[in-house]
């Protein structure tokens, strides 16, 4: 038998059960959300006694910044699901919590840059992004040089999405580490959990397969302006469709450009498996590791896809993971 069971953890308050809780986490998007569903009275408890008011609405105890740490499972075995802060506190019964990754520590009352940037590494930008806040680094961002970047006054969020829009990066957290970089190569992915369809997957209507997807072959055009305010531009030549991307802050010679392009040739010709499969709260899954599909009907369909998206939820219907695929690798 399984039990299902959860743990809710704010600020400095003991951890406690929550009504209904679900979480949304994307290798798309660097701001993870999640909403907690809890009794709109609490009461106060402290060593040996209580508090002079016993009993008081929730919302006059938890407010916008306290962290956040959803865990859920079964039989105890609970496993983390979202860390994050309180962005807002919805006055319903229950009362409803909406919280942010930790993205929210990036936003324009927290984090502003302080200045431009020229001959420097990505890794140097966010080193100084940041500092002074909880965030770590991942260990796997990549040196990528930065020719120029103007950043001064930026948000820390804005300063995500210069990276992501001009210079084609894949940005995203994992819980409270930031990862910056290319999507999959140069990727070492560690961890594996196993998927079968119709045993521990619940639903696969989602998920399509394509055998017969069509090559597309990526050219990046590059276009930078030089020191006498010229501006030259520089184009990887192939042959077939063609699907010309324009990128920002890199030197014209830099070899990185190559891995840029391997790194969308992957994404442009990826064959297999697409989209969404729902399964139980075991395995528990981490965005950018692997999933081991099988499929008893057709076994050639057999292989191992990058997980680019969990959304969770935990109520009294049950627990689910939606699980967005990826590329086959």
């Known amino acids: 038998m399984f039990l299902m069971t959860n743990s809710i953890t704010i600020g400095g308050f003991k951890p406690f059960k929550c009504t209904s809780a679900t979480w949304s986490r994307s290798m ?16 106060l408890v402290k060593t040996g006694d209580q508090y002079e008011i016993p009993e008081m609405s ?19 075995l609970d496993k983390v699901r979202f860390k994050g802060f309180i962005k807002q506190i919805n006055f319903s019964v229950p009362l409803e919590i909406e919280c942010e990754g930790y993205s929210f520590l990036l936003q324009m009352d927290k984090k502003i840059m302080k200045h431009n940037y020229v001959k420097t590494t990505v890794k140097k930008i966010l080193q100084d992004l940041v500092a002074d806040t909880s965030i770590k680094l991942s260990p796997l961002v990549p040196d990528i040089p930065v020719s120029k970047a103007e950043l001064a006054n930026k948000s820390g969020v804005q300063v995500l999405e210069w990276l992501k829009t001009n210079m084609l990066l894949t940005v995203y957290f994992n819980f409270d580490e930031l990862y910056v970089g290319l999507r999959y190569v140069d990727m070492k992915r560690s961890t594996t959990v196993k998927h079968k369809l119709g045993w521990n997957v619940i639903k696969d209507n989602q998920l399509t397969f394509n055998s017969d997807k069509t090559d597309t072959q990526v050219n990046i055009s590059l276009k930078a302006r030089q020191p006498d305010g010229v501006k030259k531009e520089w ?16 030197d014209l010679d830099s070899s990185f450009l190559q891995k840029l392009r391997d790194d969308r040739q992957l994404q442009e010709n990826q064959k297999g498996y697409g989209g969404k499969i729902t399964g139980f709260l075991e395995p528990a899954c981490d965005l950018n590791t692997v999933s081991a599909i099988s499929d008893p009907r057709y076994i050639e369909r057999a292989g191992n896809y990058v997980i680019e998206s969990i959304e969770g939820s935990f109520d009294a219907s049950g627990g689910r993971q939606h699980i967005g695929i990826g590329i086959k690798i």
Request: glycine share 12%; hydrophobic share 30%.
């Open 235 to 250: 184009t990887d030549t192939g042959t077939g469709n063609k699907k010309v991307l324009t990128i920002q802050g890199i």
């Open 28 to 43: 798309d998007n660097y701001a993870d959300s999640a909403k907690i569903k809890l009794p709109a009275l609490c009461r």
């Open 58 to 76: 929730t919302n006059q105890v938890l407010k916008s910044g306290m962290p956040v740490t959803i865990s859920c499972g079964y039989n105890g």
